[in-house]
């Protein structure tokens, strides 16, 4: 069951034949949990030594101006599996929320991305780019509680900041083949891999970092070193 868990997700909008079929709320709630104590996880295991080590490294923060291009490659997708990339500062560090919006689009009756991550706090604009009354209604999926419902009449939009993290299930009551999902999530770096498991994490200051990929039931981890204008984390090629 725990392999259903991140299947039929469309990725960045590419068609998948099934990509309209959405997770079910006990594969997002495994899926939250999952991701949580990936997250968890990776802030406990910091060490005195890994601390004083990154201070000595790391004199004046020079190195957190520079920032790297971070590519990699997770699992390639398989049954329409996808991976979702995490990269955890270590030690733990903020990070503005962005200003910039996340886009979710509605076009050919389709949602578009089906998986969207934004952070709590960061703009998620919802747009109707086609000549067809829909809605949007999205709730969060642990809770069951509503988000909003909202009327997008064609070519309009409506944006939205999510406070809570988790997962939301997005879907139009006028087409009921229409049905996506948000993740919101609180850390500073974080993608959904495409079809070739590629993936790529822009502007991100040089350090140290836990790299957790997730994909259905399995969790991949390890530390990683980002330094210089071009960072590859490499392949991972653990399918379980
Ligand atoms: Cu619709």
Known sequence: MIQRIVANVGVNGVDQPSRRHR???NDLRILAVLIALALTASGCRQTPQDASALRDRSPARATDTAASLVVGRAPPSSGGLVSIVLL???PARERPVPAEPQVMD???LAFSPTLLLARPGQPVEFRNSEDTLHNVRV???ESRDPAFNVSLGPFGK???R???????AVSCDIHPSMAADIL????PYAAVADNDG???LPDVPSGSYTLVILRGGARIERMVEIAGPRTDVGLHDRQE
Do not use: K
């Open 158 to 160: 409506y944006v939205y």
């Open 106 to 108: 509605q076009f050919g």
């Open 198 to 200: 590629r993936f790529t």
């Open 184 to 187: 919101i999530i609180d850390t």
């Open 162 to 168: 999510f406070e809570r993290s988790g997962f939301y």
């Open 23 to 25: 997770l079910s709320r």
């Open 139 to 141: 709730y969060h999926v």
């Open 88 to 90: 955890e500062p270590r």
